[in-house]
């Protein structure tokens, strides 16, 4: 298949895949795998050519293995390696993006068409999931802030609304009503959406974005919560109002919309000073989850005022 990706974006020096093959070689070796299948997880798909960031942590990546087999992405299911298992059914090409609401270029945007004005660069980011988990994942994206400049928001646009595509023939999880109510909703406050962290990622590793990670194009906003990195997004909306957000709409109480990682307030359920940073076997350990998952001195001055002890 051709790949989407030959037209040279004219930016280099992304981690090389060798290092990234040695730190996963090594990761593998340790946990009893074949370098051989490691690689060939790598041997398909278009690969990028990325810028690196200022932004990156210089953290021990996840391997590739763990960050496409451990995936929570309820249109396939709920359980940890449905997305793994299931995200093949979906068809990816052709995708476009709806970028509609208080926007002066409204419109749809071929995926191509994103691709083409995008600044592409490699962000090694922290997730952490509200369920105490988290890994260090090498996404290729661009700030979302460049293509929203793009569709020009209008000045009285006050907030971001995003949706994931709804297709129950090819997601499952749709087929059921009573998992989530869909489409999967999320949103941001329009400076929290121009801040340079937000990204939209279309890749990682390098390499073309697995389905089971939000393919083609999904939020990445790494001082929040997971669940608000809104994977497999078809829609774009400005507006003047707070949108409703899907896990705020499910459980109020447990949900807010900013969401905002914050090692002093806990779930109702559970604590959310410490996580689990996901890693095979050996590598797994628990660590204290950092203010703003550690991104407190990009992001803090977005809630001056704010309070933050809690998550509303
Ligand atoms: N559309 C959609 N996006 C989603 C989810 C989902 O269920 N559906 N899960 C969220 C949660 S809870 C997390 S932790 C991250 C996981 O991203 P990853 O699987 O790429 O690590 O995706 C988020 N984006
Ligand atoms: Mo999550």
Not at 92 to 114: A, H, K, L, R
Not at 222 to 246: A, C, E, H, M, N
Request: net charge negative.
């Amino acid at each position: 298949m051709k790949s989407r990706f030959e037209n040279d974006m004219g930016y280099s020096e992304v981690t090389p895949k060798s290092v990234w093959l040695n730190r996963r070689d090594l990761l593998k070796s340790a946990g009893g795998a074949t370098i051989a299948a490691s690689i060939a997880g790598l041997a398909n798909g278009a690969t990028f050519e990325a810028s690196k960031s200022i932004y990156s942590t210089d953290e021990e990546l996840n391997d590739f293995e763990d960050i496409t087999s451990y995936n929570n992405f309820y249109e396939f299911g709920t359980g940890k390696g449905d997305p793994a298992r299931y995200a093949g059914e979906l068809t990816t090409e052709p995708w476009s993006v709806v970028i509609d609401g208080m926007v002066e270029n409204p419109g749809t945007y071929s995926y191509e068409d994103i691709l083409s004005g995008a600044a592409l660069e490699e962000r090694i980011y922290r997730l952490r999931c509200v369920e105490a988990w988290s890994m260090v994942i090498p996404w290729i994206g661009f700030e979302l802030g460049h293509l929203l400049k793009r569709a020009v928001p209008e000045p009285s646009a006050k907030f971001v609304a995003f949706e994931t595509l709804v297709r129950p023939e090819e997601m499952r999880g749709q087929r059921s009503r009573f998992l989530l109510e869909w489409p999967y909703r999320e949103g941001l406050r329009l400076d929290e959406a121009m801040n340079p962290l937000t990204i939209l990622a279309v890749g990682l590793y390098g390499e073309e974005l697995p389905n089971q990670n939000g393919a083609p194009i999904r939020l990445v906003v790494p001082w929040k919560y997971g669940f608000k990195s809104i994977k497999s997004i078809v829609r774009i909306t400005l507006t003047d109002f707070q949108p409703p957000t899907t896990w705020n709409m499910q459980a109020p109480g447990e949900y807010g919309f900013y969401s905002n990682v914050n090692p002093l307030v806990d779930h109702p359920r559970w604590s959310q000073a410490t996580e689990r940073r996901v890693g095979s076997g050996l590598f797994a350990r628990r660590m204290e989850t950092q203010m703003f998952n550690g991104y407190e001195e990009y992001v803090a001055g977005l809630y001056e005022g704010m309070d933050l002890s809690t998550n509303y």
